[in-house]
């Protein structure tokens, strides 16, 4: 069974750093591309970044050069490491496949106080 573990949200200031991880299991994960994405309140799911199986990046525009995503296929596990965190960083975080998704976890909350 497919199974998505999101961990490492908190409470931070602005200007504030966070590392999510995210393991998975009960997929080859090292053949699947896997990107992070953010649901806010009120709004839709969006993604905001995704890695590749060979390691090539891709980040939208609005968090471009403040996070990296990463990932570590022996121990099946993905990251983002977020910096220079704004209020409108708060949302929940998944990771999942950019496309073609698995189950969702059930989440990392990011919390950006002002």
């Known amino acids: 069974q497919v199974q998505l573990v999101e961990s490492g949200g908190g409470l931070v200031q602005a200007g504030g750093s966070l590392r999510l991880s995210c393991a998975a299991s009960g997929i080859t994960f090292s053949i699947n591309p896997m990107g992070w994405f953010r649901q806010a309140p009120g709004k839709q799911r969006e993604l905001v970044a995704s890695?590749?199986?060979?390691?090539?990046?891709n980040y939208v525009d609005f968090v471009k050069g403040r996070v990296t995503i990463s990932r570590d296929n022996a121990k099946n596990t993905v990251y983002l490491q977020m910096n220079s965190l704004k209020p409108e960083d708060t949302a929940v975080y998944y990771c999942?496949?950019?496309?073609?998704?698995?189950?969702w976890g059930q989440g990392t909350q990011v919390t950006v106080s002002a």
């Open positions: 999942n496949r950019p496309a073609i998704h698995l189950g």
């Open positions: 890695i590749t199986r060979g390691g090539t990046t």
